[in-house]
């Protein structure tokens, strides 16, 4: 049984979103199912998203929690995430679980909406967000250090769902909505040359 003390909750985070990181943290300890861990990054050196949210997960890794839930500073968790994300996992035996989300505001979804109904399939990969709960383990034998060598890695969400795919299980829990994807502050897409 995963329990909330096996969760430790990554956030990546810029020095100008000190009030955007105190919302995201606030809806961290608002969960049903409340984390053991939550373990902050601040990128200081403009090295972007995917250094910062590898040295987060570092943090994770010494505090050896067997699960990580990624979150990125602007979004929030809605109170039932990690315990509809844990119960998902325990049911499909998978290493990598998500949900889908609502934006702010509403109806700004990138998305197609076949996205939230469609269950997972590995052999047609498709893209998601990073805010998903994996495996410590697994994410960090994939990390966030993929170099964008070819037009699949386009970026590092996208090759780090590729490689999970490609060493692990991942599931989609379908129909549910468990997370606030803010698309009404400033988007930096993770790049140090946008804050």
């Known amino acids: 049984m995963i329990t909330g003390s096996d969760i430790a909750v990554v956030i990546p985070t810029i020095p100008p979103r000190t ?17 053991g861990a939550i373990s902050v990054a601040v990128d200081t050196e403009r090295r972007g998203a995917a250094g910062t949210r590898a040295d987060a997960l570092q943090a994770v890794v010494a505090a ?19 315990q509809e994300l844990a119960a998902h996992a325990e049911e499909t035996e ?12 509403l109806g700004c979804d990138p998305f ?23 495996r410590t383990e697994l994410a960090q034998q994939v990390s966030f250090d993929l170099r964008a060598s070819t037009p699949e890695f386009a970026n590092e969400d996208w090759a780090f769902i590729l490689e999970c795919n490609r060493l ?3 599931s989609h829990l379908c129909n549910r909505k468990t997370w606030l994807w803010h698309h009404d502050s400033h988007n930096t897409s993770g790049l140090p040359t946008r804050w």
Do not use: C, Y
Not at 94 to 105: G, I, L, N
């Open 112 to 134: 197609p909406p076949v996205f939230l109904t469609e269950p997972w399939h590995p052999e047609t990969p498709r893209h998601t967000t990073i805010t998903v709960m994996v």
């Open 64 to 82: 050896r929690r067997p699960w990580v839930a990624f979150l990125d500073d602007d979004d929030e968790f809605l109170p039932t995430h990690l």
């Open 94 to 105: 998978a290493d990598f679980v998500f949900s889908w989300f609502d934006t702010v505001p």
């Open 168 to 170: 692990g299980k991942i």
């Open 19 to 35: 009030g955007l990181l105190q919302r995201a943290i606030a809806s961290v300890q608002a969960q049903i199912l409340p984390a």
